[in-house]
């Protein structure tokens, strides 16, 4: 393993950083404890020196800002570059989907398979996987510069029509090469595991929506893709209505549409977001509106495969077509 001189690595520091943000001393950090690793600290991995700069957030559960402790931003000390560096973290809860419950945990094990699987792949965050000092597997990963894809929906059009009918058939398009995404992952036999909106971030650099962290596993009965498919409803929903559409809102700003939901009408685990938009957005398409409905607290038929969502998608797509 190599070896780094306090001298040495405070050359390379000031090569790359701000001569205000270069410290006065430097801690080469063991990996073991990423507690112990913080701000301005050095860790080796790979015979690589990373300059530790910030922990990174966390959106779960509507949490914004929560640090990740586990998982920390630094600097390639050889070639400058931006890595996020995503120690083991233990973690596990149950989730609910109308009757299914899935035991969902954090397996780094998974994330680094998956990371060798879509090598290469542009629609896929990239990274390598090293092991820390104790032997776990640490994830080392390529920072995407962009936004995710709620901040670049909200912004779109001038209201939910002219988005809709101006914008959407673009965002739809992208929608479907997200789910062809995942849809490679679930040939290959692997799930994505936390399919949210801020896990996909649109890279600055090619335009293209790029999925991000796979270190989430759940078991599963039957129904293998069912909690990706979740996922990837929400996510439709989401963009078909040009962010959620709540009851709570619709109270404040449009109660007459609110009289006409019923209890099937909202979403299959979120009450208070709403799935038939048909009924707030009479514009939007039968077919497009039967595929939210499957997503629903009414809904009697689930999606078994991205490939029954990409079909229905399709035929969703033409429609815009013929407009």
């Given at each position: ?32 404890d ?5 701000y ?36 390639n ?13 233990r973690?596990?809860f ?56 709620s ?6 059009g ?64 039957e ?23 709540t ?6 700003t ?43 607290a ?10 029954e ?15």
């Open positions: 393993m190599a070896e780094y001189g306090e001298k040495e690595l405070l050359s390379m520091i000031r090569k790359w950083m701000p001569k205000d943000r270069v410290p006065k001393k430097v801690r080469i950090k063991d990996t073991a990423f507690f112990r690793v913080d301005d600290d050095v860790v080796v991995l790979g015979d690589v020196p990373y300059f530790v700069r910030n922990n990174e957030r966390e959106g779960r559960f509507g949490i914004e800002d929560e640090p990740k402790f586990w998982v920390k931003r630094a600097i000390l050889l070639t400058g570059e931006v890595k996020i560096l995503k120690w083991v973290f973690e596990r149950n989730a609910r989907i109308g009757s299914l419950v899935f035991e969902c945990v954090r397996s780094p094990q998974k994330e680094a398979r998956i990371l060798e699987l879509v090598k290469g792949r542009g629609e896929f965050m990239q990274g390598i996987t090293v092991a820390d000092s104790t032997g776990n597997p640490l994830r080392i990963l390529d920072y995407i510069q962009g936004r995710t894809l901040q670049n929906t909200i912004g779109l001038n209201g939910h029509e002219d988005y809709f009918f101006d914008h959407f058939p673009i965002v739809l398009d992208e929608y479907l090469g997200i789910v062809e995404a995942i849809r490679f992952l679930h040939d290959s036999g692997e799930k994505h595991g936390d399919i949210r909106r801020d896990h996909l971030i649109k890279d600055a650099s090619t335009g293209r929506y790029r999925w991000i962290d796979y270190d989430f596993n759940y078991r599963h009965g129904s293998r893709f069912a909690y990706d498919l979740f996922g990837l409803g929400n996510i439709l929903v989401f963009l078909a209505g040009r962010g959620d559409v009851t709570q809102r619709l109270l404040a449009d109660p007459a549409k609110l009289e006409l939901l019923t209890s099937d009408d909202v979403n299959i685990v979120f009450h208070n977001r709403v799935a038939n938009l048909r009924k707030i957005y009479p514009y939007i398409p039968a077919r497009l509106n039967r595929i939210l409905m499957h997503f629903s009414g809904a009697q038929v689930y999606y078994e495969t991205t490939l969502l990409l079909e229905d998608l399709g035929e969703a797509r033409e429609e815009f077509e013929r407009r």
